[in-house]
């Protein structure tokens, strides 16, 4: 038999197996690559918890998300990897004569894909779904330290015009 | 007869008569006051439209604000007055451990009511019902030219620790 998709185990439904990346919305089976990729982060380090089961916070919020049609979890997937993820979330406000806004969070890739041009494609995705969304504005914040992030959302044409502030409850 | 709360004209329904704020969500009826607020501004003169009947994409934002259950449009009210306005974004994530955050958005005080201590009544409301939602993070972003703002949410405990940025689509 040579069933499309079942027959190369390289390429199972839905993922592309010619070395080009997909970009989708994430499943629950996702989340142990998902967290794995947040914990190997120089800041991500000391805030997550990557160990098996997942800690049920991270469930509970993958459920939250998964409710939220204004929510969009995503991950780029090659070869069967999740190597790559972000999420978006899509705000209605006032401002700006009620423009809608794309607010992407949580970037994340994979150590050993990072200065491939992965990160650049999971964004330019990221960007046209805003613009299906009918957003009229894409926004992020990123940590002062990550001086590298500041270079690459500047060469994709975002400018740093706000600043971010942050209080823990 | 002496209703409570009727008998008073200085105090409808649901409105403190006494000078104190009352923070609440925001109805349909006070948008025309909300977008005037907005538009009365050093930035938002440039981009928003105040004129009546207001433009439809404000009469639609405020819809998807209204059908978003993780969105709060809230404002503050004096008298019967409409003195201010946020809006806060609840939003699910998995970072920090599947944390909840507030994000705090389009903050404005009325003109005759800056520097008498509202905006700060009306951060701390906000960040009380981020609380109850239980959002480990509040988070914001002002323009970088707003410096008063700055040393408004540093006061408040806020710590800049992020780059905003923008793409206008």
């Avoid at 970009?23 to 000391?46: H, I, K, N, Q």
């Avoid at 090659?78 to 406000?93: D, N, S, Y």
């Avoid at 964004?123 to 992030?149: F, M, N, P, S, Y």
């Amino acid at each position: 038999m040579d069933l499309p998709g079942l027959s190369d185990p390289r390429a199972p439904a839905g993922v592309a197996g010619n070395g080009q990346p997909v970009f989708r919305r994430a499943t629950a089976g996702d989340l142990p690559a998902l967290v794995a990729m947040l914990a190997d982060d120089p800041l991500g380090a000391g805030r997550e918890d990557a160990s098996l089961p997942l800690a049920p916070g991270y469930l509970a919020a993958f459920a939250a998300i998964e409710a939220d049609p204004n929510q969009l979890l995503a991950v780029a997937e090659l070869e069967g990897a999740i190597v790559g993820t972000l999420q978006i979330a899509f705000l209605p406000g006032l401002s700006h004569k009620g423009a809608w806004r794309g607010q992407i969070e949580a970037v994340r890739i994979a150590a050993g894909q990072r200065g491939s041009g992965l990160g650049q494609r999971l964004i330019a995705w990221a960007i046209e779904e805003c613009r299906a969304r009918g957003c009229r504005l894409v926004q992020l914040t990123t940590d002062k330290t990550r001086l590298d992030a500041h270079r690459f959302y500047a060469r994709l044409g975002f400018r740093a015009t706000h600043e971010g502030f942050k209080l823990t409850l």
